[in-house]
């Protein structure tokens, strides 16, 4: 028994630490200015030199450093809480630990079932909605120049136009206003044809939506693998850890009281 307690504290203090690191890195980037910085020089080392991008990027992280903050501080408290219960050998302590962490675990297992196999077509296609929505009212506009270059660049490099296709700048203030169906960007020889006036499948990627291409840059074969064998992993911690903890509970009653 004294091997199960002492495997179960070393379990948590490890959480513990993965919490507390979450934790204090959510803290940092949310309150050092001096943080961006040390991020830029991070991604130039591991071969980030667009400096637009590095910003975005930076930008994507300080904006999700409350996230950081509520994640590795929950982390933090049930790894507290689990350690606490076995250490000061509490029932009831042991007892939430393992009801919280039972009810995390169904939670996403209910979030998984419901996103990938009952509403992932309405969920992808509010997705589609929400970035034409953003495109056609921050596209060209001055206070965007930043997003309207990143947008230039990505239709450029994967031969394609719009979220859906070209036709989502026909809403576009900026683009309207220019007399364009689709800006340069969307056209394959912009120089040599009136493609932004009269956009069609030989001067132009105006039919080819980037929808499809965002979502291969960022859901990968090797990504989709990742992603299951962290989740698998994920899960075994947690079945583990209430296994664990109902254990000791059980034991509690006979030996501890």
């Known amino acids: ?18 919490g507390g690191i979450v934790l ?3 803290v940092w980037f949310a309150v050092d200015v001096n943080a961006d910085g040390v991020l830029k020089e991070l991604l130039s080392k591991v071969g980030e030199k667009d400096v637009d991008t590095s910003n975005d990027i930076v930008q994507m992280i300080r904006q999700a450093s409350f996230v950081l903050i509520a994640f590795g501080g929950f982390i933090f408290l049930l790894s507290f809480l689990g350690y606490c219960g076995t250490i000061k050998e509490s029932r009831f302590l042991l007892g939430f630990y393992s009801f919280l962490l039972t009810l995390i675990l169904i939670l996403e297992v209910v979030s998984v079932i419901l996103i990938f196999l009952v509403y992932g ?10 970035l034409k929505e953003n495109l056609i009212s921050r596209y060209g506009e001055q206070n965007e120049t930043k997003l309207t270059s990143m947008i230039d660049k990505f239709m450029i490099k994967n031969a394609c136009c719009g979220i859906y296709n070209g036709k989502d700048f026909k809403e576009s203030r900026i683009v309207a206003s220019m007399g364009d169906q689709v800006p340069e960007s969307c056209c394959k020889e912009p120089w040599k044809s009136n493609c932004t006036k009269k956009p069609t ?7 080819t939506g980037c929808y499809e291409r965002i979502k291969n840059e960022l ?23 209430i296994v664990f903890a109902c254990w000791i509970y059980k034991e509690a009653k006979y030996s501890f009281e």
């Open 24 to 26: 204090g890195l959510g």
């Open 1 to 18: 028994m004294n091997c199960v307690r002492l495997l179960f504290c070393f379990y948590n203090f490890l959480f513990l630490v993965v």
């Open 201 to 207: 499948d030989e001067n132009s990627n105006t039919n």
């Open 219 to 241: 859901v990968t074969d090797t990504g989709k693998l990742s992603a299951l064998i962290v989740g698998v992993v994920i899960c075994i911690l947690q079945l583990v850890g």
């Open 121 to 130: 077509p309405q969920i992808e296609e509010e997705t589609k909605k929400i």
